[in-house]
């Protein structure tokens, strides 16, 4: 069975500097996509970045960024010139070929002003 | 990108009682939807997958009698919480899975529900 896990149960970060949350994950499957995911206070579910496992390069979506080590099996988002929107619950996530998706535990981010 | 509803946003009732939830994709047609539940503080724990025409699958430890899914059609997922008791309290929400191409590997989420459970 896949796991996802991320260690830091809480991170602050000042803000406009850089931040990168951690996340390893456990699957003996080798075609995959990996999510961040963001919940702020409202709970809504927000997509921040995605990546396909087959593919090399990392993703990046403006101040959001990956390092995916696929042989590693890790997969940490860097928030770069952090904003107070950036505040929120961020889970990792790995969806299986059965279209299922699996959650880490979760970082709660606190950017300080 | 595509938009995923649910009502209602919260609802409160009595324990024996039955609630209902609905899941609906505005924008795109979904032959699956997905429920999960979240208690405070915690992941997101998937309940169940709901297919368009035919029978949900179930997470291991997850009552089907207790928590009656129907996916009548492309566009809407029902969650039905039966003699809900104050344990069944909790932040439930779906997402949707689009089937056009380039959408395929994305699931949206609806804004969840949070059921309260007197």
């Known amino acids: 069975a896949q796991t996802v896990t991320q260690s830091q149960p809480e991170m602050s970060v000042q803000e406009a500097e850089t931040v990168t949350l951690s996340c390893t994950y456990d699957?003996?499957?080798?075609?995959?996509?990996l999510f961040w995911y963001k919940q702020p206070p409202s709970r809504q579910m927000i997509l921040v970045i995605r990546?396909?496992?087959?593919?090399?390069q990392n993703a990046t979506e403006n101040r959001f960024s990956v390092n995916f080590q696929k042989a590693a099996k890790s997969f940490s988002l860097k928030i770069s010139d952090s904003q107070l929107g950036d505040a929120a619950m961020y889970f990792c996530?790995?969806?299986?070929?059965?279209?299922?998706?699996?959650f880490g535990k979760g970082t709660r981010l606190h950017i300080l002003p | 990108g595509a938009v995923v509803s649910q009502h209602p946003s919260w609802v409160i009732c009595k324990s024996g009682t039955s609630v209902k939830i609905e899941c609906r994709s505005l924008?795109?047609?979904?032959?699956?939807m997905f429920w999960y539940r979240q208690f405070p503080k915690q992941s997101l724990m998937l309940m169940a997958t709901?297919?368009?025409?035919?029978?949900?699958?179930?997470e291991q430890g997850v009552e089907k009698d207790k928590f009656l899914i129907n996916h009548a059609s492309l566009t809407l997922s029902t969650l039905t919480v039966t003699s809900a008791h104050p344990e069944d309290s909790s932040f439930y929400i779906c997402?949707?899975?689009?089937?056009?191409?380039?959408?395929?590997?994305?699931?949206?989420f609806g804004p969840g529900t949070r059921l309260l459970v007197l």
């Open positions: 996530a790995y969806r299986s070929r059965d279209d299922k998706i699996i």
């Open positions: 924008d795109f047609q979904a032959t699956t």
């Open positions: 699957t003996s499957e080798s075609d995959y996509y």
């Open positions: 709901s297919n368009e025409g035919s029978k949900a699958t179930y």
């Open positions: 990546q396909e496992a087959y593919k090399q």
């Open positions: 997402s949707a899975r689009a089937i056009e191409k380039g959408h395929q590997e994305t699931q949206y």
